[in-house]
């Protein structure tokens, strides 16, 4: 009894199409929905801010309640030299406001859209109303 081998099929193992362009009107329509290059860098560059465990931490802890340098450095266990580069980072792309108060310098988010997005990659829900109680108000 003779045996018969059957070759295997060929398989493609570099994932590229071998034509190139076979839809081109899909090609253009998604290309016209992609947003502009400054676009794409203005994204990445805030996600690039969040990507850092000290800055998240700081937009975590934000997204709480508002807080002082000195209570955010303890937070994320940095000095506050380290803690205000930070802070200046964030202030520098939009992603927090402070207030002064006498000499204590007092931070919070600078407005809510960044909130969904920390709130998502923790996998929590974003509540419909935001709440970011400022020290000293009921």
């Known amino acids: 009894?003779?045996?018969?081998?059957?070759?295997?099929?060929?398989?493609?193992?570099?994932?590229e199409c071998e034509i190139r362009l076979m839809h081109p009107e899909?090609?253009?329509?998604?290309?016209?929905a992609l947003p502009s290059p400054e676009a794409v860098e203005a994204v990445t560059d805030r996600l690039k801010l969040l990507a850092d465990p000290t800055r998240f931490r700081v937009l975590s802890a934000l997204a709480q309640e508002e807080l002082c340098v000195c209570d955010l450095a303890a937070i994320a266990?940095?000095?506050?030299?380290?803690?205000?580069?930070?802070?200046r980072l964030l202030r520098?792309?939009?992603?927090?406001s402070f207030r002064k108060h006498g000499r204590m310098a007092y931070y919070r988010l600078a407005n809510d859209t960044i909130l969904p997005l920390v709130n998502d990659?923790?996998?929590?829900?974003?509540?419909?109303?935001?709440?970011?109680p400022v020290k000293g108000t009921a």
């Open 1 to 15: 009894m003779t045996t018969s081998t059957i070759p295997a099929p060929a398989v493609d193992t570099n994932g």
């Open 26 to 32: 899909a090609v253009a329509r998604v290309e016209a």
């Open 77 to 87: 266990n940095v000095n506050e030299s380290t803690m205000s580069h930070q802070l």
């Open 92 to 96: 520098a792309h939009g992603l927090v």
């Open 121 to 132: 990659v923790l996998g929590q829900p974003t509540p419909q109303a935001a709440r970011h």
